[in-house]
């Protein structure tokens, strides 16, 4: 029992934060399912409801019942289309959890979205409607989250009110489902019956089901863990921006991306591979001992070595992979296609670098995971690409490393985010199609002489910076 | 294995929701100071602006932001909020730059003369674009929040704007994981959103642990209230015309949105502490924006408003 509000302010603050997404086809009750979880949470105000018994007469699909979906879909557009049309965020707590929900579209052309919803979630529900269970669509969603390396998953079979409750009918499904799902690895996988519209297994565990033995949906988002998504072994520390109050203080400012860091450890600045120990971890109250992710930190060293935007701290012992040459899988974002002559900018942890697509090694058919060979890749479609880079990076799989493993393609003419992708791995230069473009301009040949050498080491540090890595011979 | 971890000592290594969401809007705030020339950060001296500033302390501590604020004076704020905004302003040592229409000003715009929209359109919306060009700002933190109203919802922390400052709600750029897109062209910019993650109780927790101070018309206090249309708006100054003037009374009140004093309605409350403001706010059945006069003129008019270049 709580008795006084500080008592629950003291609780609440204490409460921990679960992103989750939500995807299902435009029928499956996707937004009736969050409605309720946000109605019954209590976080529906009355004059919210007052709109929305106003708007539920004028267009609402839910005949008598009040349409939750009219509460999620926001644009005016949407409204009168009738769908939801892209990510929307929303917000909710128990008693236990803060919750922030991506909901997202589950039709076709917007593969997109669902993407975009899911890369910070830290578990999914996919929604299937009991009467037609496992479709084309929900292999397309599950196999987004695995691509997404979301490890949570919740199979809502929803509707089950429309099947009598029946269990045989529920057990058919997850059969369905899990013997689909096994090649894709998820780790955790959770199957519950739902009615959404009547609110069965929602929030509390419904009568009608008794022979169903797991939580509700609210009791697994409240219980699940959430930091499985973090990597707290391979310290990575992506410089963000380097803070110079004044000429005795001189710390690195970023977002912990992996591991712990201690004061006192041992650290290597990359690129330039030099050495020195963390003199002190400072944030805006003082000092701290240690560091963990995704925590905003500044670290200082004790030696003066040369570090910036876009270099990475990590423990000596510990490297990252590094290289101007990577596999990875990619999702095509932009309505323009992936034109392979073209030299875009990519920009992973808070590096940006010139990039150009060596090679499209195959795509993926979302719906039946099928490979086939490909020459580009067009809006919504998702294939393995050979990558080379204008400056080394730093960076982990995808798999182990969800911070220093992404990445995004900005085209250089639209400055559109046209692609995302997730590193598989580093290749050889020797397997690349193209040509390697790293520039190489020999000093001497160029009859340039050492009075000059300081000046073009500069402009060589700023071309670095602007991404692209030229190699000079003296 | 777990090499670096020092398991004799027991550490922690999960953070509360509000730390989580702390450093992930720190991260966004120093994003922006990393990739924009020229950055600045809106302040409306709101609550969630007041968060705003501390977390934009908080990302460049020991040192100083390297970016100013800028408030929009519509000349029809509160006088408490005004007086707040210039000590907080010089306490706290930030370059603060107020604009205004002055030749909207001038010519004698106002909520009362004029209505409320043409007074939000010349004296906030054209205000706060021509003070955009007028600097030649590239990036502008807003303190908006996703929970506040439903357009928001769907928009991006980085959210870009055309050259006539305007937000495309269907063509918005794909944002994933924690990296932002900054690119522009001349001429362009991005509104960024550091609190989009945050809720009210959030923002309310937040200045409670951190002790932020806020604007005391957040508190309720007897002040002198006309009920207009249903609406119990303050007598903050002279220029609310007589006949309103006269039918004031005291009432005990406070604010739940602070904005122009015309435009903004009273909540009757007893709530004098930040305790006691979120036990009414979680009691109470009426959401944050109902006390914006302007939200009613027309069905998604914030959306409007938003694809104008209105926060």
Redesign the interface.
Known sequence: MICS??E??GK??????LRFLTAGSVDDGKSTLIGRLLFDSKKI????LDALERDSKRMGNAGDHIDYALLLD????EREQGIT???????F?TNNR?F?IADTPGHEQYT??M??GG??ANLAIILVDARSGVITQTRRHTFLVSLLGIKQVVLAVNKMDLIGFSQDAFDKIVDDYLRFVEPLGIPDITCIPLSALDGDNVVSKSKRTPWYKGVSLLGHLESVP??RDRN??N?RFPV??V????QD?R?F???MAG????KG?AVTALPSGKTSRVKSI???EGEVE?A?P???I?ITLEDEIDVS?GDMLV?PDDLPLSGRNFEAMLVW?DEEPMDTDKQF?L????NTTRAHIDSVRYKVNVNTMEHSPAENLELNEIGKVYFTTGKELFFDPYKSN??TG???L?DPVT???SA?GMIIGKIDAKDLQGEDMLVVIDLNRLGIGKEHYRAIEKIQKELKYQGIEIRIIK | ??K???TSHN?Q????????????S??II??V??EFENPVMLYSIGKDSSVMVRLA????????APFPLMHIDSKWKFREMVEFRDSYAKKAGWRLIVESNIEAYKAGVGPFTHGSKVHTDLMKTKALLDALDKHKFDAAFGGAR??EE??R??ERIFSFRDKFHQWD??H????????Y?A???KGESIRVFPL??W?E??VW?YI??EKIPIVPLYFAKERPIVNIDGNLIMADDHRMPEELREKARMMKVRFRTLGCYPLTGAVKSEAETI??I??EM?T????ER?TRVIDFDQ??SM?QKKREGYF
């Open positions: 509000i500080e629950y302010l609440d603050e204490q409460k921990d934060l105000y009355e004059d919210q926001g644009l005016k557009a049309i892209d990510v929307a965020y929303r917000y707590s803060k922030i997109r979205n993407i975009t890369s910070t959430i930091d707290y072994e310290f963000q921006y803070l110079r109050p004044g203080f710390g400012s970023g977002k591991g712990i860091v201690h450890d400072v944030v805006y240690y963990f995704p925590q905003s500044a935007r423990h974002m900018y920009k992973q942890t808070t969800k911070q992404a990445f995004i900005i400055n559109n985010t995302v | 294995m777990l670096y971890m020092d550490l290594f999960s953070l509360t929701h509000l730390r989580e969401l702390e450093a992930e720190i991260h120093r994003e100071a990393a302390e908080k990302a460049f501590a020991p040192g100083k996703r929970d439903k357009s919802a769907k709600p269907k918005q750029r794909p944002e994933l994981w924690d990296i897109n690119r522009i062209h989009s993650n809720t109780l959030d927790q409670r642990i305790e006691q979120v036990e979680m109470t059945t009426q959401s109902t069905e998604g959306e």
